[in-house]
C-alpha cells in the first residue's frame, strides 16, 4: 500500500470522527441563553476534542511528509490509531451524562490516553520503516520528547480527576493540546 493511499484513508476516517462529535452536543431544552449556557460543558468537551483530534491531525501530516516506505506494521499501527480514535465520540457522549464524575472523565481519559499510545506506536513504525531518512528521524524525535510530557500531564490529570476533581482530565488534556501545538521551529510542508 502506497503512502498517499493510507494518509487519504487516514483523513477520511479522522474527518468523519471529528463531524461525527457534533452530533454528541445535547440540543438546549428551549431557545433562550440560559439553555444554551446550561450546555457549556458540552461544547467544551466538544471543542476540546475536535480541536486535539485536529492537532493529532497536524501531528500526523508532520511527521509524514517524510515518509517514503509504508510497511504492513505502519499500516496496522494506523488502523489501530483510527480505532481508538473513534472512541473519542462515545467517550465524550458518556462524559456529557455527568461530566463532574471522575468515573466519566477517567474514561474519556483512558480513551484519549490510548489513542496517545497507538500515535506512539504508528510513529515508531514509521520510523523503523523509513530508517534511511534523518529527516524522518528528526520529526519524530522532536515529537517523542513531547509526547512523555504529554502522557504525564493526562496520567496526572487523571489521578486529580479520582480524587479531588474531576474535570482535571479534560482540563490535562487542554493543556496537552496546547503543548503540542506549541511550534518546533520545523515547518508544515
Known amino acids: 500500500m502506497g503512502k498517499e493511499r493510507l494518509m487519504a484513508f487516514t483523513d477520511a476516517v479522522l474527518a468523519i470522527i471529528m463531524t461525527i462529535l457534533v452530533l454528541e452536543l445535547e440540543k438546549p431544552e428551549a431557545a433562550t441563553l440560559e439553555a444554551l449556557w446550561n450546555l457549556r460543558e458540552n461544547f467544551f468537551a466538544y471543542a ?4 486535539w483530534l485536529g492537532t493529532m491531525w497536524v501531528n500526523l501530516h ?3 511528509h517524510s515518509v517514503e516506505q509504508v510497511s504492513t506494521s505502519v499500516v496496522w499501527w494506523s488502523v489501530i490509531h483510527l480505532f481508538f480514535s473513534s472512541l473519542i465520540p462515545y467517550a465524550i457522549r458518556f462524559v456529557n451524562v455527568d461530566y463532574n464524575n471522575g468515573v466519566t472523565q477517567c474514561f474519556y481519559g483512558i480513551i484519549v490516553l490510548l489513542v496517545t499510545f497507538s500515535y506512539v506506536g504508528l510513529s515508531c513504525a514509521l520510523e523503523k520503516a523509513n530508517h534511511h531518512e534523518e529527516e524522518i528521524k528528526e520529526v519524530i524525535a522532536d515529537s517523542r520528547k513531547r509526547i512523555y510530557v504529554d502522557i504525564a500531564i493526562k496520567l496526572i490529570g487523571m489521578i486529580i480527576a479520582l480524587t479531588v476533581y474531576p474535570p482535571a482530565v479534560m482540563i490535562s488534556v ?12 520545523k515547518k508544515s510542508k
Not at 48 to 51: T, V
Not at 174 to 185: A, E, Q, R, S
Open 48 to 51: 476540546l476534542s475536535f480541536f
Open 62 to 64: 508532520n511527521e509524514w
Open 174 to 185: 487542554l493543556i496537552t493540546m496546547v503543548f503540542m501545538m506549541i511550534p518546533t521551529g
